[in-house]
């Protein structure tokens, strides 16, 4: 008896392509429907794509520490992690989005809340771009098993450089969504001297913001002293596994040429940047999340492929 051919990697592509866009078929009327594994669910619009909440939360305990509130689903290499923005959580769309992905795959996901936001402990006041780093250091440490492919959206981007940095053995690949590498540091840096001044003489500066009532984040002098120390753009990324670079052209918060600039400086022989016409910053459309989850697709077809 001869044995079967094997499969290609085009046909394996081509198959996980087929179950990825499953997971984002949309219908009309603020409804949409999934269909993973050939069962149909149908969920409400607050869930892009058919997507809820389903897995459980749970909560890491640190000695002295605050505690971090996360989500794990259980699968196989690589897993991928979800590193949230400025300010932001694990329940957003796109989030909850690549659970459902990542579910359809049999692969591992986890996602969390950042010290101060969400369901975590502590005080967002209190916190800092070294803290965050901290946090994503522990859930690497403590919770993800085997390599791994970090989805970092917005700060969440420059959080996943610093953990690809301090612990290069953990990770197989790198997503930035919008990345805001420096961001804080670099826009506060390219205000008129005067402004500058005025902001140190109060002890803080309002960053500015169109996702807030009140127009900005306010962040004080201590903060943006601290964040300066985390900078990575000043030289070259001492990051070699395969990064991809999503950004929006009509991004108001963070300018895309900044995904450039981290394209720019990575060691990485593996280096992609992907800029969407029309996407903003959260990049949080149908057509975005669709986007991203390509992207993630094909990571993990290339990286199964080579072991």
Known sequence: MCAPPPISRGFRRGRRRSMAAAVLRSCRAGVFQIAVRGKVAVFSSRCLGGVMQKSTVQYLT?????????????????????????????????????????????????????????????????????????????????????????????????????????????????????????????????????????????????????????????????????????????SPVPVTCPVRLIHGLQDEDVPWHVSLQVAERALSTDVDVILRRHGQHRMSQKDDIKLIVYTIDDLIDKLTTMV
Do not use: N
């Open 62 to 234: 640190r000695p002295d520490l605050p505690k971090l509130a996360y989500q794990k689903v259980k699968g196989k290499s690589p897993g991928v992690v979800f590193l949230p923005g400025f300010a932001s959580h694990m329940s957003g769309q796109k989030a909850e989005a690549l659970e459902e992905f990542c579910k359809s795959l049999g692969h591992s996901y986890l996602r969390f809340d950042y010290t101060g936001c969400g369901a975590s402990e502590g005080v967002f006041a209190d916190c800092t771009v070294g803290s965050w780093k901290r946090d994503v250091l522990c859930v690497l440490d403590e919770l993800a098993e085997g390599p791994q492919i970090l989805v970092g959206s917005s700060m969440g981007g420059w959080l996943m450089l610093l953990a690809a940095i301090a612990r290069p053995e953990k990770i197989a690949a790198l997503v930035g969504i919008a990345t805001a590498a420096d961001h804080f540091v670099t826009a506060f840096k390219s205000l008129p001297i005067e402004v500058r001044k005025e902001a140190e003489e109060k002890g803080q500066w309002l960053l500015p913001s169109k996702h807030t009532e009140e127009g900005g984040y306010a962040l004080s002098m201590d903060f943006l002293r601290e964040a300066e120390s985390h900078c990575v753009l000043h």
